[in-house]
T-cell receptor, first 113, second 112 residues
Framework: QQQVKQSPQSLIVQKGGISIINCAYE??????FPWYQQFPGKGPALLIA?????SEKKEGRFTISFNKSAKQFSLHIMDSQPGDSATYFC????????????FGTGTRLTVIP | EAGVTQFPSHSVIEKGQTVTLRCDPI?????LYWYRRVMGKEIKFLLH????????ESGMPNNRFLAERTGGTYSTLKVQPAELEDSGVYFC??????????FGPGTRLLVL
C-alpha cells in the first residue's frame, strides 16, 4: 500500500512558467515532508522540506505549500528553467530525518526553452 | 566533504547468482539507510542501521537479502540467490541523528 501518492507522473512546462507537483498522504503520524530532486545518473538530493506546523516554506524559486487538514502538500517551482528538468520525489516520515522515508512515485519535469 | 558513495554503479547478473552492493556513508553519519526503486514505482525503504545495529529492517523483501554494517562504517547488501524481480536501483542514504538524509548515486541492478 502506497503511503504517499504523487501527481502528475510527468509535466512539461515552458521556460518561465510555474511547475506544480502535488502529493497526498494518509498517515497522520507523518511530521516531516521533504522534496527530493534527482538528475539522471545521480541520487535524489534534498531540495526543500517542511514540517506541519507551517503552511508554506519558500527557498528561492521553490515553495512548499502544506494543507494539514487535507493531508496534502505541493511543490511550486516559480520561473521554471531548463536546468530544473529532473525527476522530483515527495516523501514523508514520522520523525524529522531520523526515520525511514516513504516516497511518492516521482514526477518527471521537463522545462522547454 | 565526500558524499555517500556506492559500488558498483551497475551490475548485470543472471538469475540465481549472488551480488553484493556496497555503501560508504558520509563520515560521521551513524544512520545508514538502504532503499530500492523498481522501475516506474516509488523508492521503497529496505532497512536502517544506527552504527552497526539494525534499527528497522521491516522493508527487507525476504531472506534472500542480507545487510551488514560491521564496525559501523560502510555497509553491504547481499542478494543471494538473485531473482528477476530484484532488478532495480538500490540507493543508500546516511544522516546525522535527527537530520536530513543524503543519498548516494545508486547501484543499478539488472537480473537476467
Amino acid at each position: 500500500q502506497q503511503q504517499v501518492k504523487q501527481s502528475p507522473q510527468s509535466l512539461i512546462v515552458q521556460k518561465g512558467g510555474i511547475s506544480i507537483i502535488n502529493c497526498a498522504y494518509e498517515n497522520t503520524a507523518f511530521d516531516y515532508f521533504p522534496w527530493y530532486q534527482q538528475f539522471p545518473g545521480k541520487g535524489p538530493a534534498l531540495l526543500i522540506a517542511i514540517r506541519p506546523d507551517v503552511s508554506e516554506k519558500k527557498e528561492g524559486r521553490f515553495t512548499i505549500s502544506f494543507n494539514k487538514s487535507a493531508k496534502q502538500f505541493s511543490l511550486h517551482i516559480m520561473d521554471s528553467q531548463p536546468g530544473d528538468s529532473a525527476t522530483y520525489f515527495c516523501a514523508a516520515s514520522k520523525k524529522t530525518g531520523a526515520n525511514n522515508l516513504f516516497f511518492g512515485t516521482g514526477t518527471r519535469l521537463t522545462v522547454i526553452p | 566533504e565526500a558524499g555517500v558513495t556506492q559500488f558498483p554503479s551497475h551490475s548485470v547478473i543472471e538469475k540465481g547468482q549472488t551480488v553484493t552492493l556496497r555503501c560508504d556513508p558520509i563520515s560521521g553519519h551513524d544512520n545508514l539507510y538502504w532503499y530500492r526503486r523498481v522501475m516506474g514505482k516509488e523508492i521503497k525503504f529496505l532497512l536502517h542501521f544506527v552504527k552497526e545495529s539494525k534499527q528497522d529492517e521491516s522493508g527487507m523483501p525476504n531472506n534472500r537479502f542480507l545487510a551488514e554494517r560491521t564496525g559501523g562504517t560502510y555497509s553491504t547488501l547481499k542478494v543471494q540467490p538473485a531473482e528477476l524481480e530484484d532488478s532495480g536501483v538500490y540507493f543508500c542514504a546516511s544522516s546525522l541523528p535527527g537530520q536530513a538524509q543524503y543519498f548516494g548515486p545508486g547501484t543499478r541492478l539488472l537480473v537476467l
